[in-house]
């Protein structure tokens, strides 16, 4: 089975609200992570990366956080706006396998004007 | 935009026939991986590469083999297609673990085997 992320949940915010989208991930090997962003019909986009030795970074807004404890991963998106309504895809890397990048099934956002 | 090319973009075979997907970049990137995307699924991985004859299987690498002969190229092979191989396909890829940068992906091939 996939070990990062288990479900296709749908996340609908209000346009200025704040997003928090989660995501788990079960290998404590994985060692650098990124969060993707994919609109319909075209390949995902990068968005934000975190290295296993932090635990958050921010970015233009959106912060990831990793709390490798509970081995889970969740993208912040501060002042939602339509644009950014798309399906988010967290993804674990394993360097010590040849860098095999495993992704998550993802979580459809839903901008509300 | 990352210098990455997938033919084709749209292919219709029938149950039974050999299909061959292509993937070429031009970023001489080391790691090059083969996803397949269906609905309310993530991506998947089905083979990936981290060198030149250097591959190896992903979760779902059942009924597909890839080849990787030069660097630029990755290539993915259904050697008898079927039904359940409907889905599209996303080639990407990256230079992690050196200096951990992203993936980058192509446009994608949707491939419909009828």
């Known amino acids: 089975g996939e070990s990062v992320g288990l479900h296709l949940p749908t996340l609908s915010v209000q346009e200025g609200d704040n997003s928090i989208i989660n995501c788990a991930y079960s290998?404590?090997?994985?060692?650098?992570f990124i969060w993707y962003k994919q609109e319909s019909g075209k390949g995902p986009q990068f968005i934000i990366d975190?290295?296993?030795?932090?635990d958050k970074r921010q970015g233009q807004r959106v912060t990831v956080l990793l709390n490798k404890t509970v081995k889970h991963l969740s993208l912040q998106i501060a002042a939602t706006q339509p644009g950014d309504s798309a399906v988010y895809f967290c993804?674990?890397?394993?360097?010590?396998?040849?860098?095999?990048?495993?992704f998550g099934a993802g979580t459809i956002l839903r901008v509300k004007s | 935009d990352a210098g990455i090319t997938q033919s084709p973009r749209h292919k219709v075979t029938e149950t039974g026939t050999p299909v061959t997907l292509r993937c070429h970049q031009t970023?001489?990137?080391?790691?090059m991986y083969w996803y397949r995307q269906d609905p309310g699924h993530g991506l998947r991985l089905i083979h990936y590469?981290?060198?030149?004859?250097?591959?190896d299987k992903g979760e779902v690498s059942d009924g597909y083999s890839v080849s990787r002969s030069k660097t630029e190229d990755f290539l993915l092979t259904l050697e008898s297609a079927t039904s359940s191989q409907t889905s599209v396909y996303f080639c990407?890829?990256?230079?992690?673990?050196?200096?951990?940068?992203?993936?980058?992906f192509g446009q994608g091939t949707r491939l419909t085997v009828v």
């Open positions: 970023e001489n990137h080391r790691y």
């Open positions: 290998n404590s090997a994985s060692d650098y």
């Open positions: 993804a674990e890397n394993l360097s010590g396998y040849g860098n095999k990048l495993v």
């Open positions: 975190i290295r296993s030795n932090m």
């Open positions: 990407a890829i990256s230079e992690l673990g050196r200096g951990y940068t992203e993936a980058f």
């Open positions: 590469s981290y060198g030149v004859k250097d591959t």
